[in-house]
Antibody, heavy 124, light 107 residues
Framework: QVQLVQSEAAVKKPGSSVKVSCQASGGTFTSYAISWVRQAPGQGLEWMGG????????NYAEKFRGRITITADEPTRTVYMDLNSLTSEDTAVYYC?????????????????WGQGTLVTVSS | DIQMTQSPSSLSASVGDRVIITCRAS??????VNWYQQRPGKAPNLLIYSASNLHSGVPSRFSGSGSGTDFTLTIRSLQPEDLATYSC?????????FGQGTKLEIK
């Protein structure tokens, strides 16, 4: 059974950075991509970027390019999302999600397992 | 970027009702649409992929249809556990944009 377990909630000051982790268990870590999706209070889902751990090359949404870094550590089966220059508009629940199709080319962008979510609050 | 617009933004229905949620893409996207259900305080769950395919374990009362720019999610006989927000997602481009969500309440 695949499980994605994320790091705990965080409170950050404006201008600082946050690093959220997502540890995978079950399945073959190198056979899928991991994406990050966030949801601001009362808002819809927003895709931020993703990475295929076995290749290590991330792909970012234009909106976050320059502010986001997604990395993967294969030995610990953990993917990290680092977001800097935080503002109050970055207050959101951040989810990681598994995307098996990104590797196979069959239905990329289909998120079949999700982490439990990490609330990041940006406040002075 | 492809914009996904859902309607309605919210709706209230009774147990046993048929519910239809629509999603319109800002350009033609074939059948590259997925639907997710998000119960209050929980992570999203995949319901439908490629516009009309039921994900494993999803009850058969859920169905999806559409192609091009217009898509629908139908719940055939609403159940109390269907209280949730439903979101469409386009995967036509690698910038996987979502609709703003439709909040479904049970009367």
């Amino acid at each position: 059974q695949v499980q994605l377990v994320q790091s705990e909630a965080a409170v950050k000051k404006p201008g600082s950075s946050v690093k959220v982790s997502c540890q995978a268990s079950g399945g073959t870590f190198t056979s899928y991509a991991i994406s990050w999706v966030r949801q601001a209070p009362g808002q819809g889902l927003e895709w931020m970027g993703g990475i295929i751990p076995v290749f290590g090359t991330p792909n970012y949404a234009e909106k976050f390019r320059g502010r986001i870094t997604i990395t993967a550590d294969e030995p610990t089966r953990t993917v990290y999302m680092d977001l800097n220059s935080l503002t109050s508009e970055d207050t959101a629940v951040y989810y990681c999600a598994r995307d098996p199709g990104e590797v196979t080319g069959n239905n990329p962008g289909l998120f079949d397992y999700w982490g439990q979510g990490t609330l990041v609050t940006v406040s002075s | 970027d492809i914009q996904m617009t859902q309607s309605p933004s919210s709706l209230s229905a009774s147990v046993g009702d048929r519910v239809i949620i629509t999603c319109r893409a800002s350009q033609t996207i074939g059948t590259y649409v997925n639907w997710y259900q998000q119960r209050p305080g929980k992570a999203p769950n995949l319901l439908i992929y490629s516009a009309s395919n039921l994900h494993s374990g999803v009850p058969s009362r859920f169905s999806g249809s559409g192609s091009g720019t217009d898509f629908t999610l139908t719940i055939r006989s609403l159940q109390p556990e269907d209280l949730a927000t439903y979101s469409c997602q386009q995967t036509y481009t690698a910038l996987y944009s979502f609709g703003q969500g439709t909040k479904l309440e049970i009367k």
